[in-house]
């Protein structure tokens, strides 16, 4: 049996047998690395799948389900042509007026059957003059959209009123449909919604568009999307170790929680065993590539440099208590190897 090299032997990096090498150095939480990381943070302030769902508005297209208000000014015979009322809806629905049918037509007075999905009420209201013309001379004629029933984008997660909403005439922004779906709730996580289109997933944070100058109201929304508001319970952050009260802890409302915080939320180190030298961040634990940053908290401008550490989704905060094959054990379990027969070792600064 081969007894894995002790922690002295190591030099300041998780590693595992040489013909299984997997390397995992610790990085010194410093300023060189608070510059470095807010660097790329603004070079990179939205992806570029974000960007591309940036656009304007278009005008509404009606589509096979909407209610339509004609009106003909001083024809009052045409008044009480209501046309056919509506089927049983939705209790959102106006007065009974001319329903667009599966096909796409509308039947009106002296105009027959009028082709009108995917037009506009302007389109409309030329097409119906253009038809009744024939009857009347130069009539005046108002087309609006009384019921919207033909498009609805999907929102769920945590807002205040999960569901379908329905497009109308007002453009269905990002801020529009979270709004109507009752707005953020408290556990709400700002910065990880997600929309998805045709099959495609867009992850948005409301964070990062406002920080690089965007509104969210630029992202136009499309018949079929779907948006999912993520919770901020989705994301906590694992404080172990010795601290006064081991916890997972939220992240804010914006999505952001630093190392500071985090620590303060879990009562700050224990006076009595902490090793405040030895304070760990392991990152990214279960993927492809781990991380591991390490803070010197007996240093002066520590917690300048925890304030400014960001940290993310399932990041483990790991105090120590100088015990170093406690935090051998840490890692063997929060990092384990490609080849589940292969034991890690880790040296501490």
């Known amino acids: 049996m081969v007894t894995p090299p002790t922690v002295a032997e ?9 013909s299984q090498s997997v390397q995992v150095p610790i990085t ?10 807010n660097e790329q943070t603004q070079q ?8 591309a769902l940036f656009g304007k508005p278009a005008p509404y297209r009606v589509g096979p389900g909407d209610v339509l208000q004609i009106t003909v000014w001083d024809h009052p015979e045409l008044a009480a042509a209501l046309g056919q009322p509506t089927p049983t809806a939705r209790t959102d629905d106006a007065a009974p007026g001319f329903v667009v049918d599966e096909a796409g037509n509308v039947q009106f007075p002296y105009a027959g059957s ?3 999905a995917g037009d506009s009420v302007d389109q409309i209201q030329r097409k119906i003059v253009a038809r009744i013309s024939k009857v009347y001379r130069k009539p005046e004629v108002t087309v609006r959209v009384a019921s919207f029933r033909a498009k609805e984008i999907y929102i769920d997660g945590d807002v205040g009123k999960p569901g379908s909403v329905q497009i109308n005439d007002i453009p269905m922004t990002l801020t529009e449909a979270i709004g109507r779906a009752g707005g953020f709730t408290g556990a709400a996580d700002q910065s990880r919604v997600t929309l998805v289109r045709e099959g495609k997933r867009y992850p948005i944070s409301f964070v990062e568009l406002v920080r690089s100058g965007h509104s969210p109201s630029d992202i136009v929304l499309r018949p079929g999307d779907m948006v999912h508001v993520g919770s901020r319970d989705e ?4 404080v172990m170790g010795e601290v006064n009260k081991p916890a997972t802890v939220m992240p804010m409302r914006d999505g952001r929680l630093t190392l500071a915080e985090a620590l ?17 961040v392991i990152r990214d634990s279960t993927g492809s590539n781990p991380q591991i940053y390490h803070l010197d908290a ?8 925890a304030n400014q550490f960001e940290l993310e989704p399932k990041d483990v905060v ?17 990092l384990p190897a490609i080849n589940a027969a292969i034991t890690g070792v880790v040296v501490t600064k």
């Open 10 to 18: 190591t030099g300041g990096e998780y590693s595992t047998e040489p």
């Open 28 to 37: 010194d939480i410093n300023l060189k690395l608070i510059r470095s990381m």
């Open 44 to 51: 990179h302030p939205i992806s570029d799948q974000t960007q």
């Open 114 to 116: 009028v082709h009108v």
């Open 235 to 238: 994301n906590g952050v694992y």
């Open 264 to 280: 303060s939320q879990a009562g700050s180190l224990n006076p009595g065993t902490a090793q405040a030298k030895q304070l760990f």
């Open 298 to 305: 007996t240093s002066p401008v520590s917690m300048v440099l």
């Open 318 to 334: 790991y105090v120590d208590n100088g015990a170093l094959v406690k935090f051998n054990r840490v890692l063997n379990l929060f």
